[in-house]
C-alpha cells in the first residue's frame, strides 16, 4: 500500500501535474494540504478519471485539505470534533483498508509570539489530544502531512541561519514532540537515518537549485504500521517542474 502526502499549493492550479505525478507512482492514497479551493469547484470529476474517490474541505485562498484514494474511504471526518464550521480547514481522517489516516495542515504561525503563534502551539496539542481519544495505540494508525515544523537540526540546510525562527523554534518543536509521543515513528528517519534530505524550498533566492530547504512534510506511523514499511522517499522530481508547487510530495510503502 502507498500513502502520499504533497501540499500542493492550490489543487486546480497544479492538477495536470497531480494527475501525471499519480499516474507514475500510482500511489493507493494522496493526501492534499492547501488546496485552496472551496468545496463546489472541488474537481472531483476530474480525479475520478485518474481513478480516486476524493474526501475534501476547503477555503477559497488558503487552508484547505482532501484524500485522494483509489479504495473506499470510511468514517471520514473533518476537522476536529470540537472545532466550529467555520473553524480553518487543517484536518481530515478517514480509514483507508484498515489504516486510519489523519491528514493535516499544521497552522504557520506567521510572526513569531503572536496569537497566531499561540494559535499554532495550541493546535498540535488538540492533535496530541485528538489521537489520545480516538485511536487505539495498538492499531495501523498514520499522520501526514505539511507540519510546519522541521523536529531535528538533520532537517533544516543551515541550523545557524534557521535557530530561533519560525519552523525551527524550541516551543514549536517540543509542541510536535509531545505529538510524536503519542507512539508514532518518523517513517523517513526509520528508513534514512541522519541523511539531509528536504520537502519545502522557497520560491526565492534560489533556494531550490541550491537545495536550501526544509523538511516540514512528514509521514508518522504508529508501531504496528512502522513495522510493515518498507520504503518512504521524498519525490523532488515535481519541485523542478515548470510552476511548482514549493512542497515536494512525501510517500512511504507499506506491506499491508
Known amino acids: 500500500m502507498k500513502i502520499a502526502t504533497w501540499n500542493v499549493n492550490s489543487i486546480n492550479?497544479?492538477?495536470?501535474?497531480?494527475?501525471?505525478?499519480l499516474a507514475k507512482q500510482k500511489a493507493d492514497v494522496l493526501c492534499l494540504q492547501e488546496t485552496k479551493c472551496v468545496d463546489e469547484n472541488f474537481p472531483v470529476e476530474a480525479i475520478r478519471e485518474m481513478g480516486y474517490e476524493a474526501a475534501f474541505m476547503g477555503e477559497k485562498s488558503y487552508n484547505g485539505v482532501a484524500i485522494l484514494s483509489r479504495s473506499e474511504m470510511k468514517d471520514v471526518q473533518k476537522n476536529f470534533p470540537d472545532d466550529a464550521d467555520d473553524a480553518p480547514k487543517r484536518m481530515i481522517a478517514a480509514t483507508v483498508n484498515g489504516v486510519r489516516i489523519v491528514n493535516t495542515y499544521i497552522?504557520?504561525?506567521?510572526?513569531?509570539w503572536t496569537d497566531k503563534f499561540d494559535f499554532k502551539l495550541d493546535w498540535l496539542q488538540r492533535l496530541r489530544r485528538y489521537f489520545d481519544a480516538t485511536c487505539p495505540k495498538d492499531s495501523h494508525v498514520l499522520l501526514c502531512g505539511d507540519f510546519n515544523v522541521a523536529p531535528d537540526e538533520e532537517d533544516v540546510w543551515n541550523v545557524k541561519n534557521w535557530e530561533g525562527k519560525?519552523?525551527?523554534?524550541?516551543?514549536?518543536?517540543?509542541?510536535?514532540?509531545?505529538?510524536?509521543?503519542?507512539?508514532?515513528?518518523?517513517?523517513?528517519?526509520?528508513?534514512?537515518?541522519?541523511?539531509?534530505?528536504?520537502?519545502?524550498?522557497?520560491?526565492?533566492?534560489?533556494?531550490?537549485?541550491?537545495?536550501?530547504?526544509?523538511?516540514?512534510?512528514?509521514?508518522?506511523?504508529?508501531?504496528?504500521?512502522?513495522?510493515?514499511?518498507t520504503d518512504c522517499v521524498i519525490d523532488k522530481e515535481p519541485r523542478g517542474w515548470e510552476r511548482p508547487s514549493d512542497h515536494a510530495p512525501v510517500l512511504a510503502e507499506f506491506e499491508v
Request: net charge positive.
Open 166 to 229: 519560525l519552523h525551527f523554534t524550541i516551543p514549536e518543536r517540543a509542541a510536535l514532540y509531545n505529538v510524536k509521543q503519542w507512539g508514532f515513528t518518523d517513517v523517513f528517519r526509520l528508513k534514512h537515518g541522519d541523511v539531509k534530505e528536504y520537502s519545502w524550498w522557497n520560491y526565492r533566492m534560489g533556494a531550490f537549485p541550491k537545495n536550501q530547504g526544509l523538511r516540514i512534510d512528514h509521514i508518522w506511523t504508529s508501531k504496528s504500521l512502522a513495522d510493515k514499511c
Open 107 to 112: 497552522p504557520n504561525g506567521t510572526e513569531l
Open 13 to 21: 492550479v497544479r492538477l495536470e501535474q497531480m494527475g501525471d505525478w
